[in-house]
């Protein structure tokens, strides 16, 4: 099976139309983080309106606030009001707000699993741990659809810690073959980058990234705030939890990347020439 054909996340991506503002009230978020004000959690947000929609939607750009442009849900928004607590509005049942909120963050957990598990399994290099990868996707899928009681149940980072052994081991596969590809090709062979060994976690703040070869790069949870990676090809490339705010991808090859999400796309700086994966969509504001 060819899984690269199909990279169908739809549901994985936020639907702020089926959603009764849970981002709004549930998480805390503060003006650093590029948000309009300091807020805990449970607090609405000033600008939710009584329909949970955003009264200053329209000039979230114009006004800097980043973490509202970026933010995205993997969807777990829609789930938790539509499934999970069938169309009942926190506002309706206020005596249940506080576990739906805290549904919520856990939805929020599972649905990016769901999201890097769905990646995983569409990777060819990745085919002799797919039933793995099938395994833990048909679990956490199960996990989503509990009720509000059971959900709070969960333990979150036992299956987050499961999950992330065979995405790693999915990463070790994936760049494997994104070096050896690159190894192999005419135009490695014909010009003289310089190699880089890169850490987890490493610290590449405002790094001029150019003329470094990041194919099959271990870019995890990498500090690629204002980097430059104009015309890199990140082909294989794995950016789990890579903070790419402000990084420069114009005319970057990001389509091969793994475990990139919206989140992060959304966040950095692109142009009309930067490669996306398919299951992404090239930010509004970027020019």
């Known amino acids: 099976m060819d899984t690269t054909e199909n990279d169908n996340r739809a549901h994985l991506k936020?639907?702020?139309?089926?959603?009764?503002?849970?981002?709004?009230?549930?998480?805390?978020?503060?003006?650093?983080?590029?948000?309009?004000?300091?807020?805990?959690?449970?607090?609405?947000?000033?600008?939710?309106?009584?329909?949970?929609?955003?009264?200053?939607?329209?000039?979230?750009?114009?006004?800097?606030?980043?973490?509202?442009?970026?933010?995205?849900?993997?969807?777990?928004?829609?789930?938790?009001?539509?499934?999970?607590?069938?169309g009942m509005d926190w506002k309706v049942i206020p005596e249940q707000a506080d576990t739906m909120f805290k549904v919520f963050l856990i939805m929020l957990q599972l649905h990016e699993l769901l999201w890097h598990l769905?990646?995983?399994?569409?990777?060819?290099?990745?085919?002799?741990?797919?039933?793995?990868?099938?395994?833990?996707?048909?679990?956490?899928?199960q996990y989503t659809l509990l009720r509000p009681e059971e959900m709070v149940q969960i333990n979150?980072?036992?299956?987050?810690?499961?999950?992330?052994?065979?995405?790693?081991?999915?990463?070790?596969?994936v760049r494997a073959e994104a070096r050896r590809k690159h190894k192999q090709s005419p135009k490695q062979r014909s010009q003289a980058t310089r190699q880089k060994r890169i850490g987890r976690g490493a610290d590449l703040v405002a790094t001029d990234l150019r003329k470094v070869e990041l194919q099959g790069a271990y870019l995890r949870g990498a500090l690629l705030i204002a980097a430059n990676l104009e015309d890199v090809d990140l082909s294989g490339a794995d950016l789990i939890g890579a903070d790419l705010r402000d990084a420069n991808l114009a005319g970057a090859d990001l389509s091969q990347s793994l475990f990139?999400?919206?989140?992060?796309?959304?966040?950095?700086?692109?142009?009309?020439?930067?490669?996306?994966?398919?299951?992404?969509?090239r930010p509004a504001h970027w020019k």
Do not use: W
């Open 118 to 141: 769905t990646d995983a399994l569409r990777q060819p290099a990745a085919a002799s741990i797919q039933r793995e990868l099938q395994a833990l996707l048909d679990q956490t899928e």
């Open 156 to 173: 979150t980072m036992e299956h987050r810690e499961k999950v992330d052994v065979v995405l790693l081991q999915t990463s070790e596969l």
């Open 260 to 281: 990139l999400t919206q989140f992060q796309i959304s966040s950095a700086r692109g142009n009309a020439d930067t490669r996306l994966p398919e299951a992404l969509n």
């Open 14 to 86: 936020a639907d702020c139309a089926q959603c009764f503002g849970l981002c709004c009230v549930a998480l805390n978020f503060s003006v650093s983080e590029g948000f309009p004000m300091d807020k805990a959690a449970g607090q609405p947000c000033k600008y939710l309106q009584s329909d949970c929609r955003c009264s200053i939607h329209e000039s979230l750009h114009q006004r800097g606030l980043k973490g509202c442009i970026s933010f995205d849900c993997f969807g777990a928004g829609q789930k938790v009001s539509q499934i999970t607590y069938r």
